[in-house]
């Protein structure tokens, strides 16, 4: 019978050889509520507000918010752990993913921050979870849900085309070039 050895800081913390465990579940966690966000707002386009989208769409904002959160600690957490991440290596691929990855970043900020800028000026209460945030004001501040209405969505479907060439990325590390990207994010190496 073997014994599994008490995690360390290097299991919790990334390496040069992976990502460590905090890292994958957020990257994991937030994957997981992007897809459900993309589905659901996919659904109501597809299939209108009015099916199987309502779902979806109602719990929206609260799944945002968390989305939100989770960013502002990944980016703590990475930079907390930006000299003992695996490198992405030189040249022009490196340089791409290191945009790529950075362009994700500022979106992952940007949409949800419109979406609270939106709510902010807005009418109605946000209270995601039943929790307020911002109370209802009397005058909507007009600008805000303009901004929000002009760019929040579509700069989301640019997200989510950068997610799809980040997956497609991910594809070619694994067929083509077999250097155990992906068992980094799984925390199958070191």
Do not use: C
């Not at 362009?103 to 109605?124: C, F, I, N, Q």
Request: aromatic share 10%; proline share 4%.
């Amino acid at each position: 019978m073997t014994t599994v050895p008490p995690p360390t800081q290097a299991y919790w913390r990334d390496s040069s050889e992976r990502y460590g465990i905090v890292t994958r579940v957020l990257h994991w966690l937030m994957a997981a509520l992007l897809l459900w966000q993309f589905v659901g707002m996919g659904l109501r386009l597809l299939l209108g507000r009015d099916s199987i989208a309502s779902f979806f769409v109602g719990l929206h904002q609260p799944v945002g918010t968390v989305l939100f959160l989770l960013i502002l600690v990944r980016l703590i957490w990475a930079r907390s752990n930006r000299r003992n991440r695996p490198d992405h290596g030189s040249g022009f691929i490196a340089t791409t993913a290191r945009l790529g990855h950075g362009a994700m970043y500022v979106l992952m900020l940007t949409v949800p921050s419109l979406a609270l800028l939106r709510a902010w000026g807005g009418e109605r209460v946000f209270a995601p979870f039943g929790f307020e945030i911002f109370p209802a004001r009397e005058v909507e501040i007009a600008w805000t849900g303009k901004l929000a209405g002009l760019l929040h969505g579509e700069l989301a479907w640019v997200m989510a085309l950068l997610i799809l060439g980040h997956v497609g990325m991910v594809i070619v590390h694994e067929r083509m070039w077999r250097d155990d990207t992906l068992s980094r994010m799984a925390g199958r190496r070191g």
